[in-house]
């Protein structure tokens, strides 16, 4: 190595540092701590990175980007953290990414020409909160912050008002596993030049709802108006299953220079546990997400300025609630469509259409408060309805139509996605619209579809 290092002269430096590296080797490197460009810890025991800060004191004129992966050791390589921040004299260091299964111990760590930070926590001791509040604070150069928690990061102390200012971040990724309060923390983090904000709850564990898939209204409030400068205009709220036994549900908000607000959670389970087994498990929970999608989209602070709602399901396997929760489903969709202003477009994609459209239908024993009565809307798009014949689901859509019509408010443009589309539709729909679109696909999601 002290050969290496000697031929390199005045070089720049790309040092990858694997656990137990001899302090001897750690040593020769300080003589060239000025021509390191970039640093990376692979696997090492924390005692080791501590070491190697203190026998290489910098300066590091030239350091960019600094990675560590901080592993457990055993009880002799117990760190007790420094006086000093490790690598303080990196005062140019642009990136940071720091991935421990212990404490990050972000209070030791200050890079004020931070542009990029990456931070994944994995640890059943858990630690506070305000590490990642008081390092953000201390970075007001970041743009680009990725933050991944498998603990329990305690919030105890923190003012409900205390809102960390990120002027410059245009992206910003927070994921929260299990128990953490995900939501609770982005609500102390301001961004207000972000372009792309997702914030996802992912369950590891043998349940599918947790206790805040989405955030509470006070919550929602604060990150509704921390994040992004422009007024959301379109809404999708998403399910996906994807091969891996995980279901993904999403709401995202988006503005019309593409600022995007996602608020989302993850699901995962054991495949020896079966995929009929979580599949049982969403059916029981489906109203109780679907509650709080529509409950979240209700609580959007700007809900007037939403133009567009999209509800889409993406699945192999069809993910439909018991009968006995429609009527409940149906509230909750006519309560969010009476609270929402006229709307450009309203789609929905591969849904259970039975609770909006049940005034239509022959349901016996579908017993809601009131009718759905759906908000102005220009353009309605229906693809691949669920749990409704083709005869019966041209007879209540035209129904819809017509009674939109009636009332005055009618739908100008109406289109349908399906399999085998029945010809009778073209006939049922034309009287009470401006524009029909009817679109024959072969399968479900096929693009190279005849139109009508």
């Not at 200012?165 to 596993?177: G, M």
């Not at 947790?210 to 209204?217: G, L, R």
Request: charge should be negative; charged fraction near 20%; include cysteine.
């Amino acid at each position: 190595m002290k050969t290496l290092l000697e031929r390199v002269k005045g070089s720049q430096l790309d040092v990858h540092a694997s656990h137990r590296v001899p302090a001897t080797a750690m040593t020769l490197l300080a003589p060239h701590a000025k021509q390191i460009k970039y640093l990376d810890f692979v696997y090492n025991y924390w005692v080791d990175i501590q070491r190697f800060s203190e026998l290489n004191p910098g300066p590091f004129p030239l350091l960019r980007t600094l990675i560590i992966n901080a592993i457990i050791g055993n009880s002799s390589d117990a760190w007790t953290p420094p006086s000093l921040p490790l690598f303080s004299n990196a005062v140019n260091l642009t990136e940071f990414r720091l991935h421990t299964w212990m404490s990050p111990f972000l209070s030791h760590f200050a890079f004020p020409n931070l542009t990029a930070f990456e931070l994944s926590v994995t640890t059943d001791e858990g630690f506070h909160a305000s590490q990642i509040l008081d390092f953000l604070e201390a970075s007001p150069l970041l743009r680009t912050v990725r933050i991944l928690i498998n603990a329990v990061a305690s919030l105890e102390g923190i003012p409900q008002e205390r809102v960390v200012v990120l002027p410059n971040v245009e992206t910003i990724s927070l994921v929260a596993c299990d128990y953490m309060p995900c939501y609770t923390i982005a609500s102390h983090v301001a961004c207000p030049s972000a372009k792309h904000t997702s914030l996802m709850h992912e369950d590891r564990v043998d349940h599918v709802l947790p206790e805040e898939a989405f955030p509470t209204s006070v919550s929602w409030n604060a990150i509704a108006g921390q994040y992004g400068r422009s007024r959301a205009e379109e809404v999708t709220f998403e399910i996906k299953v994807t091969p891996n036994h995980a279901i993904t549900c999403s709401l995202s908000f988006q503005s019309p220079d593409a600022t995007i607000i996602e608020l989302c959670f993850k699901v995962t389970t054991d495949r020896n546990q079966g995929w009929s087994r979580l599949r049982m498990s969403f059916a029981r929970s489906y109203h109780d997400i679907f509650s709080q999608a529509l409950g979240t989209i209700r609580d959007h602070p700007q809900l007037a300025n939403i133009k567009r709602l999209h509800i889409r399901c993406h699945s192999s396997i069809t993910l439909i609630p018991s009968s006995h929760l429609l009527p409940r489903i149906a509230g909750d969709v006519g309560r969010l469509f009476e609270s929402m202003g006229p709307l450009e477009e309203l789609s929905i994609y591969h849904c259970d259409l039975r609770p909006y459209l049940f005034p239509f239908l022959d349901l016996p024993g579908f017993d809601v408060e009131q009718p759905v009565v759906f908000p102005p809307t220009k353009k309605f798009t229906v693809s691949y309805p669920l749990s409704v014949s083709p005869d019966d689901f041209v007879a209540a859509l035209v129904g819809l139509v017509k009674s939109q019509h009636t009332l005055g408010v009618p739908f100008e443009h109406v289109a349908v996605r399906m399999v085998d589309l029945p010809a009778a539709m073209v006939e049922g729909l034309n009287p009470w619209v401006d524009t029909a679109e009817y679109y024959h696909a072969r399968h479900v999601g096929d693009d190279d579809f005849g139109s009508i």
